[in-house]
Structures are given as structure tokens and as C-alpha cells.
């Protein structure tokens, strides 16, 4: 959406597979965001990243990991340490200069 | 815990009334709100947002008001549409956190009855 493209949109899970999630924007944005959201609540923030080859761990970054060598991309993964993996991830993008988000479509991960 | 909340988990008007959405924030030192709607499956999507030094700002059939005094957020939806049903969700910047992101609360769910 709005330039941002996040892949696959459905995504399926074995206990103790690591799996990657793609976010691509082409809105020569600074800063990308993954959040994650579980049914009923709020967005909690995983990783972010304000500049090329920098980032962040936000509130519940454990069991993930990502990186950022170019500005275009933000992929995360999730790893066989996140216990309870299953949820809609969104990525997010802005500029430096302000906080309006513009987020992906998401992807929903579930774990068989 | 979050700092960002709201008081009604579900909203329920008639098609044609005006809705309101409220949220309610911790934190004094937050400088700038966002609203957002998120349709089934999909990305939150921006609605209005306010800065901590204004208290109304206006947009298409949307309305944001902020009360300092009190800690408190609300969206007002004029002559709200069955389109206009879906989750809002306020989110705020807190520059003491040293972090350059957002902070969600845990969204209202709008049902417009036709």
C-alpha cells in the first residue's frame, strides 16, 4: 500500500523453523518499523531502523532479527526463540521529519 | 504498560450520526497524535493527526481534539458511513522515551448500522 509492499501476505510456520519477512518501500523513506499486532490489541513495536545499517529494538524484539542494508528494504525474521510467533506483522515507513506512518499490508503469520 | 488507552472498546452508531472516539494518555510529555483506521486485514491507514500545541484541528468529516489538561484524545466522525466502520486507533510520540516511534493503544472497533 502507498508504495510500501510487504511479502508473502500469508505465511505459514513450523515449530522451530525461522522464517524471513520482506518489506519493500520506494518512497525514499528514512525510517522503516515492524510492529506486531495480535487479535483484539494494540501495535507493539518489534525492531526499528532510522538510517542504513542502524537499528533499533523496540518493546518485544526478542525471538526476532533484522537488518537494513538498504534503504529500500527492512526484512524480519522471525526466529525459532519467538515462542508465540503467531500474528499479523505490519511494516512501517515515514520520513526524518515526521511521526505519519505509512504502513504495508501486512502479513499474517501463523504457526502449524 | 502502554500509556495510550481508550474507553470503549466498541462503538456502535447509526448511519448519519456523528461518532466520537476517545483515547486517554499517560505521559505529559508526548508532543504529537495520531489517528488511524484499520480495515480487516489490512494496514492502519492516517486519518488526522495533532501536535501537543494545538487543541482542534479539522479535516474532511474528521475532527481531533486534545485536551492537555486532562490527558485526553478524540475523534469526532461527522455523518459517519458504512465505510467508516473498522478499528481507529490513537497513537502518540514520546520524546522522553529517546525513541523515534510510535506508541499505539489497543483501538476502538466502529460499527455503523445502516
Known amino acids: 500500500d502507498g508504495g510500501i509492499t510487504q511479502s508473502p501476505k500469508y505465511l505459514f510456520r513450523k515449530e522451530g523453523q525461522n522464517v524471513t519477512l520482506s518489506c519493500e518501500q520506494n518512497?525514499?523513506?528514512?525510517?522503516m518499523y515492524w510492529y506486531r499486532q495480535d487479535p483484539g490489541q494494540g501495535l507493539r513495536l518489534i525492531y526499528y531502523?532510522?538510517?542504513?545499517?542502524?537499528?533499533q529494538k523496540g518493546d518485544i524484539a526478542e525471538g526476532y532479527s533484522v537488518s537494513r542494508e538498504k534503504k529500500e528494504s527492512f526484512p524480519l525474521t522471525v526466529t525459532s526463540a519467538q515462542k508465540n510467533p503467531t500474528a499479523f506483522y505490519l511494516c512501517?515507513?515515514?520520513?526524518?521529519?515526521?511521526?505519519?506512518?505509512?504502513f504495508g499490508s501486512g502479513t499474517r503469520l501463523t504457526v502449524v | 504498560g502502554e500509556s495510550v488507552g481508550l474507553h470503549l472498546p466498541t462503538l456502535s452508531v447509526q448511519e448519519g450520526d456523528n461518532s466520537i472516539i476517545n483515547c486517554a494518555y499517560s505521559?505529559?510529555?508526548?508532543?504529537?497524535f495520531i489517528w488511524y483506521k484499520q480495515e480487516s486485514g489490512k494496514g492502519p491507514q492516517f486519518i488526522i493527526d495533532?501536535?501537543?500545541?494545538?487543541d482542534k484541528r479539522q479535516g474532511q468529516r474528521v475532527t481531533v481534539l486534545l485536551n492537555k489538561t486532562v490527558k485526553h484524545l478524540s475523534l469526532q466522525i461527522a455523518a459517519t458511513q458504512p465505510g467508516d466502520s473498522a478499528v481507529y486507533f490513537c497513537?502518540?510520540?514520546?520524546?522522553?522515551?529517546?525513541?523515534?516511534?510510535?506508541?499505539f493503544g489497543s483501538g476502538t472497533r466502529l460499527q455503523v448500522q445502516p
Open positions: 512501517a515507513t515515514t520520513t526524518g521529519a515526521n511521526y505519519g506512518y505509512t
Open positions: 518512497l525514499n523513506h528514512d525510517a
Open positions: 531502523s532510522q538510517i542504513v545499517n542502524d537499528f
Open positions: 505521559n505529559s510529555a508526548s508532543d504529537y
Open positions: 495533532i501536535r501537543s500545541n494545538m
Open positions: 497513537a502518540e510520540n514520546r520524546p522522553d522515551t529517546g525513541r523515534r516511534a510510535l506508541t
